[in-house]
C-alpha cells in the first residue's frame, strides 16, 4: 500500500506539537505532552491512550500490540479425519483476550506471538511508560490478522483440518507496551 504524502506536518491533538513522524508509523507518544496519538486517514491525528505493561524492565524497550477481546462464533468444521470440534468450541465458549503484534515482523512470527499470547494471554496490569517500537500496524489490519491467529490454532488441533468457517468479532482495541 503507498502512503498518503503529508502536505501538512502531524501535530499533536493535544498540544500542537509538531509530529517527527516516519512514513511507516501510524501512533506515537507525544515528546512534548506524553500523551499518545494515533494518524487517521481522514481526521489527521487523534488521541489514543497507550498502555504501558507493569512486568516493562528500566531502560529495555517494549514491543506495541494491540489488545483487545474476541468472540468467535464457527458455522462449520470440515476435516480430512478426526473431529476437534468440542475441542474447539470448548475453547472458543468465552470471549479470548487477542494483542496483535503492531510493530514491523514477518507475518509468520507476528502469528505466532499472537497465537502465544491467545493461549497464555499475560494479566493485563499497567505500569510506568517506557520506550518502545515503532507501531506500524494500524487498527483497521488488526481483524484479518486476529482471523489468521484463530486459523492457526484450529489448525494445530489432532484432526487433519481441512475447511473453517468462522466469524470474528472484537471489541475496541487498545496500544499496550508489553515486555517481549
Ligand atoms: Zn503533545
Redo the contacts with the bound molecule.
Sequence with gaps: MTQPVRLIPLL?P??Q?PIPAQPDEVAWV?T??Q?GLLLDESKGAVPLNIFFHAGLSAGKTGAPFWVTRGRVVFQQRETYRGNEKKAMQAFWAEPRLFAIPAYALPLEEAIALGVKFLQQPLKMEAGKPAPFLPIVVSPQDVHPLAEFIVMSIEAERKDALRQLTFTLSLEPLQCWILPV
Excluded: G, P, Q
Aim: positive net charge; glycine residues 0%.
Design positions: 499533536c493535544h498540544c506539537n507525544c512534548n505532552c500523551k
